[in-house]
């Protein structure tokens, strides 16, 4: 279900950045005398992923913070695996905010990873309108 979520709006932000092109750029693809999959591959799908990379970057990102939320239907993930020390032990017992403060951690630090990279892409590609 998670994968059918994400993939939803995975294709809406692509849909999104087909939109955002405009029509010239089907018509040119039309004048060179290029069929549709030609048009969509070579033309059309580049320019769109490129100026969906923020769009699929945000997903990305969503998606990963919301692994936690499977917990409740006991899949296993970072927050599942600190709960298991904590109900598993009396050693832990108040000593829960170590544990939950790695997890904030660790979430951070690869979200803000991804950012970074997303932002590195941008400029790479060169996504600013001109």
């Known amino acids: ?5 994400s993939a939803a709006y995975i ?8 939109a955002a092109l405009p029509t010239g750029q089907y018509e040119a693809a039309d004048s060179l005398g290029l069929d549709y999959p030609q048009a969509m591959r070579l033309i059309i799908l580049p320019q769109a992923l490129k100026i969906s990379i923020p769009g699929i970057v945000n997903v ?3 998606l990963f913070k919301d692994t936690t939320l499977v917990s409740v239907i006991s899949m296993f993930d970072l927050v599942g695996m600190i709960r298991g020390p904590i109900l598993a032990s009396t050693e832990w017992n108040g000593v829960y905010w170590e544990l939950l403060g790695f997890a904030a951690f660790l979430f ?8 970074q990279y997303s932002q590195w ?10």
Do not use: P
Request: glycine share 14%; proline share 0%; hydrophobic share 50%.
């Open 1 to 5: 279900m998670i994968t059918l979520f």
């Open 108 to 115: 951070f630090i690869v979200c803000y990873g991804i950012s």
């Open 60 to 62: 990305a990102v969503g």
């Open 121 to 130: 892409l941008e400029r790479r590609l060169a996504t600013g309108h001109r």
């Open 11 to 18: 294709a809406e932000v692509i849909r999104g950045g087909l």
